[in-house]
């Protein structure tokens, strides 16, 4: 059976190949048979006019049939004339039109019928005397010639409409989508075995998308563009859905595929892959995709650039539904190519309007993995909408127009993160979401320093949607969210001061309170206003919970300033002992911590200057923590804090935060190593007094310089020897000790 199936698909595959001499002949057979029957049935048929209208032999005899050869010529310039014309001039900007026209078998029939029928009439005319074929003239003139004449009109208005570039969108949809569905009967899976037959089936589908292809290049017009982006995703989409019933030939990688243009840039791994995956078709018709929108978005058809990525949705969402992993993949790959190119694209020329309207697609992209609860498909899309963002962040300093698509992002994600929340997913998988979100526009390693403040404070779209999102979670009672976004619009208060951040806050809220859904112009989207949030009642409420944060994040701030002038201090040291050199990085990084400092610091008449026991006691810890490496981490602040309420638990966050500065400007005023060690032993002989020589309290202090020196990954010499210093200074009769196991300090009896 599958010999006879093999022999069958050779058959219509040689009636393509040879479709112009078969026709000939079939028009030819046709003729000349027909001429016969007519011929044997001639008497009788004239036997019965005769009797039926009264005529005679003369009546007959006196019928001009010279005219008839005059007529045919008449006829077959009407029709070539016209075939002539209507093809080449639509050839011009359908390329492939030629190459439908002569397989198509109304037009060779027809064609072939005039030129032959023709020919037969003027044979006729000049030998039906001598051979007695009176009837092939009457056949000619009367049956052959009317039915070419009454088609002629039909017929140009068929070419006409064929040759019509939507027609032959269509024309060339309906022959690839054809052979999809051949390729899953019963007859064609059989003669797969032959890879004869596996190549032509190939060449035959990437073929054809070639010219949907190469008529997507030359037509300008919009609405055949759109039917080809249209029928291309229709061919991907049945192309998956029937994929599965295919011979598993079909997908092996033949010279055909090796040598097609698309695959030519490949290398063996790839094709391995390709092969493994069976998914050489789909990346054709994805890189074709690409391609189109790199064409699109350079000739400014922006709605019909939108279109592609709005086919990758319908394509992606077919893919789910036939649970296709690895062509979710591919179309995740092509949604991030082509937000390459529209980035790429922005920076060159100063427009961002194909970004707008790309990521309104993607985020559907992503609703539709929510909505089938695909959560890592969702974590990626979210990631890559970060990654891009940051990008964008990054560059909209030369180009403030793309503040705006870091605020389009921002809203797309803003919608994805209220149906994830109607979707009822977990608490971790929302806020690990949420924390991409509030990542939108702080690109990792980038100094906000030189970004506009207008941009940074009132201005800020980006935050201004993060401030929407927090309304939807306190209209819906998850205020953990909501404070989640709080404390991140927190960390603008490093760039600004108390009253000025206020200010902003005050300023987008109000913006909150008055903005409609609707915007007074138009966009690619309409007039959709993407700052709006209709949770308007939760204002107050948003605004006590940031304010009350803000008071923590303060005394936060004040305290960790501190720190900053250390690190100030040491940047500063180092430059003095390079000659005044310093690298970019380092110089860099002082401006961004005098900046910090600037907006934070306190006035001098503010703090009070009178030096205390516990400013000793503070002195030593800074010593220990910073002046021993020259670095302090988080846990060595928290080591200092809780030292300081432990010898001063009455104390507060302020009164820390004063002491601990009256310390560090101590620190930093002893210019030199030899001042800052001296001043560190006389805090030493100070704390003794202080404790009445209490070998406890005086243990505990140590055990405190341990503990910081401890929270380090690596103990620094300086370290023990400042502790040995104070065990010796205070007469402790223990010993400092390292653990070979874990390589941590410890107090030996």
């Known amino acids: ?133 009176i009837s092939s003239v009457i056949l000619n003139t009367y049956i052959y010639l009317f039915i070419a004449s009454i088609l002629a009109v039909p017929y140009i208005f068929y070419i006409l409409l064929y040759s019509k570039t939507s027609n032959v969108v269509t024309t060339i949809s309906g022959m690839i989508q054809s052979y999809i569905l051949e390729m899953k009967t019963p007859r064609i899976k059989a003669a797969m075995e032959k890879i004869e037959v596996v190549e032509e089936y190939q060449r035959n589908i990437m073929a054809l998308l070639d010219q949907l292809d190469d008529l997507l290049s030359f037509v300008e017009f919009k609405e055949t563009q759109t039917e ?179 605020d389009t992002l921002t809203f797309e994600l803003r919608k994805c993160q209220v149906l994830i929340h109607q979707l009822d997913w977990s608490e971790e998988d929302q806020l690990f979401l949420l924390n991409l979100v509030l990542q939108l526009d702080n690109p990792p390693g980038f100094s906000k320093e030189d970004v506009d403040k207008g941009i940074l404070g009132g201005n800020n779209g980006t935050r201004r949607i993060q401030i929407g999102l927090a309304l939807f979670y306190l209209s819906v009672d998850k205020n953990q969210y909501a404070e989640k976004i709080a404390l991140d619009y927190l960390d603008d208060i490093a760039y600004f001061d108390e009253k000025t951040f206020k200010g902003n806050v005050e300023t987008q809220c109000f913006l909150l309170s008055i903005f409609v859904s609707t915007f007074w112009e138009d966009t690619d989207r309409g007039n959709l206003n993407i700052y709006f949030a209709p949770e308007k009642e939760q204002i107050q409420v948003f605004k006590d919970l940031l304010y009350k944060l803000m008071d923590e994040r303060i005394e936060e701030l004040e305290r960790d300033v501190q720190y900053l002038s250390l690190e100030v201090d040491k940047l500063i040291r180092k430059r003095q002992k390079q000659e005044g050199y310093l ?101 030493l002989e100070e704390l003794r007094n202080e404790f009445n020589n209490d070998e406890v309290k005086l243990i505990q202090v140590i055990k405190s310089f341990i503990e910081i020196a401890n929270a380090d990954e690596y103990i620094h010499e300086n370290e023990i020897l400042l502790i040995n210093e104070a065990i010796k200074v205070w007469n402790i009769k223990k010993s400092l000790d390292k653990d070979e196991n874990n390589d941590k300090l410890f107090l030996n009896d």
């Open 1 to 133: 059976m599958n010999n006879f199936y093999i022999k069958l698909v050779q058959l219509t595959q040689i009636q393509f190949k040879y479709r112009n001499l078969i026709s000939f002949l079939i028009v030819v057979f046709g003729v000349f048979l027909s001429d016969m029957i007519f011929y044997s049935y001639y008497p009788q048929l004239i036997g019965v006019i005769n009797n039926s209208f009264g005529l005679g032999i003369s009546d007959h005899m006196n019928v001009d049939l010279t005219f008839a050869p005059e007529i045919w010529g008449g006829v077959l310039a009407l029709v070539l004339g016209t075939l002539i014309i209507v093809i080449a001039i639509a050839a011009e900007s359908t390329p492939k039109l030629m190459d439908l026209f002569v397989k198509d078998w109304i037009s060779l029939i027809y064609v072939w019928f005039l030129i032959l029928a023709s020919l037969h009439s003027i044979v006729i005319m000049y030998y039906f005397e001598p051979l007695g074929r």
């Open 228 to 406: 080809i982006v249209a029928e291309i995703s229709k061919i991907i989409q049945l192309y998956v859905n029937e994929k599965k019933y295919f011979h598993l030939n079909f997908f092996h990688l033949t010279p055909t595929i090796k040598n097609n243009a698309t695959f030519r840039t490949y290398t063996e791994t790839q094709y391995q892959e390709m092969a493994d995956s069976s998914t050489f078709y789909e990346i054709k018709v994805f890189r074709l995709l690409g391609n189109s929108y790199i064409k699109m978005i350079q000739n400014d058809r922006y709605d019909i650039a939108s279109l592609i990525p709005a086919e990758l949705v319908d394509i992606g969402r077919t893919c789910i539904d036939v649970k296709d992993e690895i062509i979710i993949e591919n179309v995740n790959i092509r949604f991030n190519t082509l937000f390459r190119f529209a980035i790429k694209h922005a920076y060159k020329n100063n427009e961002p309007r194909n970004l707008y309207n790309l990521a309104f697609h993607y985020s559907n992209m992503i609703q539709v993995y929510a909505k089938a609860n695909m959560v890592d498909k969702t974590k990626y899309c979210y990631d890559k909408f970060k990654f891009y963002a940051n990008d964008i962040y990054k560059n909209a300093i030369n180009n403030p127009s793309l503040y705006f698509i870091v």
């Open 583 to 683: 690298s970019d990085t380092d110089k860099d990084k002082l401006e961004d911590l005098q900046r910090k400092i600037s907006a934070r610091d306190l006035p001098e008449e503010e703090l009070d200057r009178v030096w205390l026991p516990i400013h000793d006691l503070l002195y030593s810890l800074i010593c220990i923590s910073f002046f021993a490496d020259q670095e302090i981490d988080e846990s060595e602040k928290s080591g200092i804090f809780s030292t300081f309420r432990q010898f001063s638990p009455d104390t507060n966050e302020k009164i820390f935060n004063t002491g601990f500065s009256i310390a560090t400007n101590k620190f930093i005023e002893l210019e030199t190593d030899e001042e800052r060690e001296k001043q560190y032993k006389l805090s």
